[in-house]
C-alpha cells in the first residue's frame, strides 16, 4: 500500500517561496514508477494540477505555473518536493500530492490518481 503524506509551512508570507515536502511509503520513488504530482485546490474551487516528476526525474507543469514552480525528489528520503516562488494570496490553498502509474498532465480529478495524500493548508497572507 502507497501513503502519501504532506507536509509544511501552513503560513507564507506574499512574495516569498513556497516549499512543500510529499513523503512516500509503501513504493520507492525512482524504481517504482509512478509518477509524483501537485495539485492543489483553492477555497471554493476546483482542484488545479500543477505538475508531476517521473520515477526517472523528468518534469511537466502546468503552463499556467510553469515559470514559478519546480517539482524535484529527493531519492535518498523517498520524497518530493514543490517550490512556488513570489507566491500571492491567490495562492492560498490545500496543497495535495498524488501517485498515478501513468503520466497524466493536467489531471484535475481525484480518481485518475492511484494514491493521494491527506492534503495540507497552506495560507499566504502577511
Known amino acids: 500500500q502507497v501513503q502519501l503524506q504532506e507536509s509544511g509551512p501552513g503560513l507564507v508570507k506574499p512574495s516569498q517561496t513556497l516549499s512543500l515536502t510529499c513523503t512516500v511509503s509503501g513504493a520507492s520513488i525512482p524504481t517504482g514508477y509512478y509518477y509524483w504530482s501537485w495539485i492543489r485546490q483553492p477555497p471554493g474551487k476546483g482542484l488545479e494540477w500543477m505538475g508531476v516528476?517521473?520515477?526517472?526525474?523528468?518534469?511537466y507543469y502546468s503552463p499556467s505555473l510553469k515559470s514559478r514552480t519546480s517539482i524535484a525528489r529527493d531519492t535518498s528520503k523517498n520524497q518530493f518536493t514543490l517550490q512556488l516562488v513570489s507566491v500571492t494570496p491567490e495562492h492560498t490553498a490545500v496543497y495535495y500530492c498524488?501517485?498515478?502509474?501513468?503520466?497524466?498532465?493536467?489531471?484535475?480529478?481525484?480518481?485518475?490518481?492511484?494514491?493521494w495524500g491527506q492534503g495540507t493548508q497552506v495560507t499566504v497572507s502577511s
Open positions: 498524488g501517485a498515478t502509474r501513468r503520466l497524466i498532465i493536467g489531471g484535475t480529478t481525484k480518481n485518475l490518481y492511484d494514491y
Open positions: 516528476i517521473s520515477y526517472s526525474g523528468s518534469t
